[in-house]
């Protein structure tokens, strides 16, 4: 952790509303002047999409199993030097995974290539990483000491499995049983390398279904937002004022004295509610340390690096 630079973490994966918090943050960040260094976990895989592929037939010859979610497919002491270099700099290296066509042409490359190793832009205000492992502990290396704010966006596990069969069934074409098999090989890693974190985050954001899901492999819609409610814990130091927030989110609730409960239609609100104090404290503090006295008005706010 470090006052002088901070890191914000999102752990989880795209169908768990991440999406939502990053559009929360990048408010928050425009009205606060702050400048992020956005990192896709994606960019510290160990393979690229055609060596994964071939690294995956060889684990599996072997009888093994390699994926995305463990350490083995990951390099994170990678991502440990870099939270580290930040936390004591406000730099680091980083890199882009080129998920789309759109993002490969930017860079004159193929789909499922990395680009290469770069110095990140020495004036930003805040790391925000979005990935699968901003929490992880993999024997020496520990990815959780590192953030300012951890944010879990905490899975539940069939809307989860919902929406990945439907993503690889019907965009990328992949049979159902194929899907399923694929499912079942990531179980192992998923329990013993995700799930974990989410111990260890500060704040989770866990999207609960109002309708049924009970079989994840049928044919149902994935649960849209307005079928799901929103329940968002707390660590102790991070316990916001509960009753204000209460009264500003109309029909949410406490479950529990560290959980609140609020109806998807006020999701984006309630996120924004939730993280701008904490982000103004986490910005005005690391300006204060660095001897910021002034932000200029037309100072570029918003989150560098993110690629469309």
Same mark, same amino acid.
């Given at each position: ?6 890191? &914000? ?39 690229? /999409? ?5 690294? &995956?037939?060889?684990?599996? %010859? ?109 965009? /990328? ?5 194929? %899907? ?19 111990? /260890? ?101 918003? &989150? ?5």
């Amino acid at each position: 952790m470090s006052a002088e630079h901070p890191i &914000v973490a999102i752990t989880g994966a795209m169908e768990s509303g991440s999406v939502s918090v990053i559009t929360a943050l990048e408010r928050i960040f425009y009205r606060e002047r702050v400048k992020a260094s956005y990192i896709d976990g994606s960019a510290f895989r160990r393979y690229d /999409r055609t060596t994964m592929r071939e690294a &995956v037939r060889e684990a599996k %010859a072997q009888g093994k199993t390699l994926g995305h979610f463990g350490p083995e497919g990951n390099h994170l002491e990678k991502l440990e030097s870099l939270f580290f270099e930040y936390a004591a700099t406000g730099g680091g290296l980083y890199r882009h995974y080129l998920h789309t066509a759109t993002q490969a042409r930017k860079f004159g490359q193929e789909v499922g290539t990395f680009t290469p190793w770069e110095r990140m832009d020495a004036d930003s205000d805040l790391l925000l990483y979005r990935g699968l492992h901003g929490a992880a502990v993999a024997d020496d290396i520990d990815l959780s000491q590192y953030p300012d704010l951890s944010i879990g966006i905490a899975p539940n596990a069939n809307l989860e499995w919902m929406a990945k069969i439907q993503h690889e069934v019907h965009n /990328r074409g992949v049979p159902l049983e194929d %899907a399923k098999e694929g499912l079942l090989k990531r179980l192992d890693d998923y329990v013993h390398h995700i799930t974990p974190q989410f111990m /260890r985050t500060h704040i989770n954001f866990q999207l609960i279904p109002l309708v049924d899901t009970s079989d994840p492999f049928g044919a149902e819609a994935v649960p849209v937002a307005d079928e799901c409610y929103l329940v968002i814990h707390f660590v102790d130091k991070f316990w916001p004022n509960f009753v204000p927030l209460l009264a500003d989110i109309p029909g949410s609730f406490m479950s529990r004295r560290n959980t609140m409960v609020v109806p998807s239609s006020k999701m984006l609100m309630a996120i924004e509610l939730v993280l701008m104090p904490i982000i103004h404290s986490l910005i005005d503090h690391s300006r204060q340390l660095r001897g910021i006295t002034d932000v200029p008005e037309d100072r570029g706010a918003g &989150v560098l690096g993110l690629v469309e």
